[in-house]
Nanobody, 125 residues
Framework: QVQLVESGGGLVQAGGSLRLSCAASGRTFSSYHMGWFRQAPGKEREFVAAIHRSGSFVYYADSVKGRFTISRDNAKNTVYLQMNGLKPEDTAVYYC??????????????????WGQGTQVTVSS
């Protein structure tokens, strides 16, 4: 079992930045690939970014490429999402998730085994 807790969400103006954190407890964090997803009101949960368990490989949705950066610190059992150049369309609840499946990079929600409770990000225009 892995417990995930997100933090760092909030209200920011367009063009601003936020850094989300996801702290993991339970089984060995470094055994899991990690992903960030988001869900806006009335929309399906969508893939944002993913990172290999080693931290060596990262993947992004086209909508955030060049603006968001995913990283992890296995010594601290934490994965991060640095979000720069935020836009109103980035407004959503952001979730982190853990996957043991090697297809984590596809962004398929079904591949992920554990999910956090989410943190709200609101970008005002």
């Amino acid at each position: 079992q892995v417990q995930l807790v997100e933090s760092g969400g909030g209200l920011v103006q367009a063009g601003g930045s936020l850094r989300l954190s996801c702290a993991a407890s339970g089984r060995t964090f470094s055994s899991y690939h990690m992903g960030w997803f988001r869900q806006a009101p009335g929309k399906e949960r969508e893939f944002v970014a993913a990172i290999h368990r080693s931290g060596s490989f990262v993947y992004y949705a086209d909508s955030v490429k060049g603006r968001f950066t995913i990283s992890r610190d296995n010594a601290k059992n934490t994965v991060y999402l640095q979000m720069n150049g935020l836009k109103p369309e980035d407004t959503a609840v952001y979730y982190c998730a853990a996957a043991s499946n090697s297809r984590y990079y596809t962004g398929d929600r079904a591949v992920y085994d554990y999910w956090g409770q989410g943190t709200q990000v609101t970008v005002s225009s």
